[in-house]
């Protein structure tokens, strides 16, 4: 059989060879059912949120929601490395998942997960993957209710590729369009973590350093701000960074957007890569990060909420929203300077997430 | 966590220098020139415009080196791609639009051009593979002159040669001076280029001219300092050359690339892109080289192109008589994936470098 290319019996001194994914994993048939048996499911705690759930293995999944706006988002990760700085791809996509939900005031509750593997791809190693995923769900309390498995050709693609949808429900669904003038612009860690740390992990720059992806659940930090504040716009700054992110939402807003760089939390290796290279850590990508919008008078406490979790205990203020200029974000500079904060033309680094 | 741990980036000092220079507002417009793209990217990434009180603009003069690149020698270097000779030049000059067509796109389809970091690297190409031309596209100021004349006296193969586009600051920051429309206050000197030629170099300008030099490195705090005492020689009335990086520049600079270039190279004549021919302003390689000089050893005629495009500013941003945002296809038509003249293709162009980091005259 092809499936499980398996050592077992090899004459030699040579290790025990690694069970690898072979073109029957992803074949429907017994080999299949072996993995998902095996390998798959156990990993899993949660597998339902309704009355047909992942061990149903039917065509699909039935959810019985609790009230509220029911809020849909769906990624593919392609990140590069898979085992990086602070993370792995499976960590990765369960974290991006649940805070796009997050990000739109939802709590996640459901998801699921379609995963394409490379022919050949270490069994162990995506053991590993899995297990980091299940983590990140069963930690923020969501369900996996739906799945599939497929496997490519040697070289067709690099490893693995994992697509997360992910459901939410929202009491009140937050936009990243509605920054109101006079809004206290808060973000709720340091930036640029997760973009340096895999630049500073990738072979061809020759770096050494021990910096560490950011990527991190941002659920349940949002929703014990939800608890006490009003959100009034939030955003994850993904691909693009804080940059992007804020630009998005001040060109979303028609409303202008004033940050002051010297209370933007940067980590200082951080910085130092991102001068190495001439990139802007402002552009770097974060994945445990959310920039948001609250009112002048919800500010402080939105702050000491924060501060009071690990995840959020860097969290800044570091901007206000104005009148002036809309659709711009203008930078005051560390020594006293201003300049607009552009889009990024792109982010300066692709297969980040 | 302390925003910036860079002592050369620090807010107090910031705000020291910046107060300072509040208290030297002039009665009169005053116009400060620099010459130099990585002068530019800190001005423009830091703000530093906003610092400076009301009345002191300071503006990029010919300070790019792709930029000013003649289309002549330019169309040149596509020339020789076609007909097969290999290339090399460094990876800002690819997409710097000639009259006919970039390297980039000549290479796109099919002629050999390489990108390099260093002369060396051509000359590498060169020994690898003996059956091929080779010409290093020789491009950029005194900074990276001494690399190519390095090269040059180190006894390169027979199929590597160059082709010598390198320019000399000092005429070409006279030739400003001289020019109408540009009114010329001071002169913020380039650390890297000085670090060269020294401090010394600009002495006949502060002399003969009256213009305040000084020279200035590259952090935000170097360039505000430098701006401090220029602003003090125009409020003191004053015109001599101050060192504002000593920690990198010296009177005399540095005397063995100054060697270097003086055994590779004659002074000649040269032609910068929007400025014209300026007297004793490039250099060429030297005749008892001249096997080495891919203007003699090929035939590809000097052929006058179109230098800059109508409408585009470029030229009047080149010799500091219009900053970026005055040009009307700025941010529309010519964006850095779209450049339409060379300001906008330059890592170092004014025009990129305003793109990039959000510099505006009004925020």
Redesign the interface.
């Known amino acids: 059989m092809r499936g499980v290319a398996s050592s077992r019996g090899e004459a030699g001194a040579m290790k025990e060879r690694r069970e690898r994914i072979g073109a029957m994993h992803g074949a429907g048939g017994e080999v299949m059912g072996r993995l998902l048996s095996e390998h798959i499911l156990p990993k899993f705690a949660l597998r339902s949120a309704g009355p047909v759930g992942l061990d149903a293995l039917d065509d699909g999944a039935s959810l019985s929601l609790p009230d509220g706006e029911v809020v849909v988002t769906t990624d593919a990760h392609v990140v590069h490395p898979l085992f990086f700085p602070g993370g792995d791809i499976g960590r990765l996509a369960a974290c991006g998942t649940v805070n796009d939900l997050a990000a739109m005031g939802a709590r996640p509750v459901a998801c699921t997960l379609a995963m394409v593997v490379e022919e050949g791809f270490p069994l162990d190693e995506l053991d590993t993957i899995l297990s980091s995923c299940a983590q990140i769900l069963w930690e923020t309390e969501t369900a996996l209710v739906a799945g599939d498995t497929k496997v490519m050709g040697r070289g067709e693609l690099d490893g693995v590729v994992l697509t997360m949808t992910g459901i939410g429900v929202a009491q009140r669904v937050i936009r990243d369009s509605e920054l109101q003038a006079g809004d206290v612009l808060l973000v709720t860690g ?1 930036v640029g973590d997760h973009g340096m740390a895999l630049i500073a992990a990738r072979e061809e720059f020759h770096l050494e350093s021990d910096l560490l992806s950011d990527v991190a659940p941002l659920w349940p930090l949002i929703g014990e701000l939800l608890a006490e504040v009003r959100i009034t716009a939030m955003k994850d700054p993904t691909r693009g960074g804080l940059a992007a992110a804020v630009n998005e939402m001040a060109r979303k807003g028609e409303i202008g957007v004033e940050l002051d ?8 290796q951080v ?1 130092a890569v991102a001068n190495l290279l001439g990139l802007d850590p402002l552009q770097a990508a974060c994945e445990g990060r959310a920039v948001l919008g609250v009112s002048p008078a919800d500010a402080q406490r939105a702050l000491e909420i924060l501060h009071r979790t690990e995840l959020g205990k ?1 969290a800044a203020i570091i901007g206000w929203v104005g009148e002036h ?1 809309p659709g711009k974000v ?13 889009m990024p ?1 792109g982010d300066p680094l692709p297969r980040i997430c | 966590m302390k925003a910036d741990q860079f002592a050369l980036r620090d807010p107090l000092r910031g705000q020291a220098l910046a107060r300072a220079l509040q208290r030297l507002a002039p009665e009169r417009p005053v116009r400060i020139v620099h010459v130099c793209g990585t002068h530019e990217i800190t001005i423009s990434e830091h703000g530093l415009r906003h610092v400076l009180p009301e009345g002191v603009s300071v503006l990029e003069g010919p300070g790019c080196p792709v930029c000013v690149t003649s289309t002549v020698d330019l169309d040149r270097a596509v020339r020789l791609a076609e007909q097969g000779v290999a290339v090399c030049t460094f990876g800002d000059m690819m997409r710097v639009p000639g009259s006919r067509k970039t390297l980039d796109e000549a290479r796109a389809l099919g002629a050999p051009v390489h990108t390099v970091l260093s002369a060396a690297d051509a000359v590498g190409l060169a020994r690898k593979n003996p059956a091929q031309d080779v010409v290093f596209f020789a491009v950029g100021f005194e900074t990276t002159a001494p690399g190519t004349a390095a090269v040059l006296l180190d006894d390169p193969p027979g199929n590597f040669s160059v082709l010598c586009s390198h320019k000399l600051i000092p005429p070409a920051v006279q030739k400003l001076v001289n020019m109408p429309g540009t009114g010329l206050d001071g002169l913020l000197a380039p650390g890297h280029v000085s670090t060269v030629i020294g401090a010394g170099a600009y002495a006949g300008l502060a002399g003969e001219h009256c213009i305040p030099v000084v020279v200035g490195g590259f952090e935000p705090l170097d360039v505000l300092y430098a701006l401090l005492l220029l602003l003090r020689q125009v409020a003191d009335g004053r015109a001599q050359v101050e060192n504002a990086y000593p920690r990198a520049v010296s009177w005399e600079g540095n005397r063995q690339a100054q060697n270097l270039l003086a055994t590779a190279f004659r002074v000649s004549d040269a032609k910068w892109r929007g400025i014209g021919e300026i007297p004793c302003s490039g250099l060429a390689v030297r005749a008892e080289l001249s096997r080495f000089d891919a203007a003699l050893k090929y035939d590809v005629p000097a052929v006058e192109g179109q230098e800059v495009v109508p409408g585009c500013r470029c030229a009047d941003v080149l010799v500091a008589r219009a900053v970026p945002s005055d040009c009307p296809l700025f941010g529309g038509e010519c964006t850095p994936l779209t450049p339409v003249g060379p300001c906008m293709v330059g890592a170092e162009g004014a025009c990129a470098v305003w793109h990039r980091h959000g510099e505006r005259p009004a925020l």
């Open positions: 340091p760089e010297k209370s933007i939390p940067v980590r200082a910085r860097d200029r203008v930078l005051n500079t560390s020594v006293g300077g201003r300049r607009l904060l552009e033309l």
